[in-house]
């Protein structure tokens, strides 16, 4: 079992900044390919953001690509979001997910290919 815990999030104005985290712990001695994800209300979940187990490989929702910076830090067992040129779409809570895998350069981007989840973390941009 893995247990995952998200923080960071907060209320910012738009064209801020926020770095979410993601502290792993429990059985982290696996490899694990992660990612994030947000929800808005009403709306279904959607991926945002995946990385491989090396860190060599990411995964970036088009709506985020030159705004969004994923990264790990495998000796922390954390992985980061980096967030920046925020707009009120962003609006959403955010979720990181984890699960084992098979090869190093594995990236995951659908909310099936997870089994760990944390528990979420606000993210309100104001206009």
């Known amino acids: 079992q893995v247990q995952l815990v998200e923080s960071g999030g907060g209320l910012v104005q738009a064209g801020g900044s926020l770095r979410l985290s993601c502290a792993a712990s429990?059985?982290?001695?696996?490899?694990?390919?992660m990612g994030w994800f947000r929800q808005a209300p009403g709306k279904e979940r959607q991926s945002v953001a995946a990385?491989?187990?090396?860190?060599?490989?990411?995964y970036y929702a088009d709506s985020v690509k030159g705004r969004f910076t994923i990264s790990r830090d495998n000796a922390k067992n954390t992985v980061y979001l980096q967030m920046n040129s925020l707009k009120p779409e962003d609006t959403a809570v955010y979720y990181c997910?984890?699960?084992?895998?098979?090869?190093?350069?594995?990236?995951?981007?659908?909310?099936?290919?997870?089994?760990?989840w944390g528990q979420g973390t606000q993210v309100t941009v104001s206009s």
């Open positions: 997910a984890a699960t084992e895998a098979s090869l190093p350069t594995l990236v995951v981007v659908t909310t099936v290919g997870y089994n760990y």
């Open positions: 429990g059985r982290t001695f696996a490899p694990y390919a």
């Open positions: 990385i491989s187990w090396s860190g060599g490989r990411t």
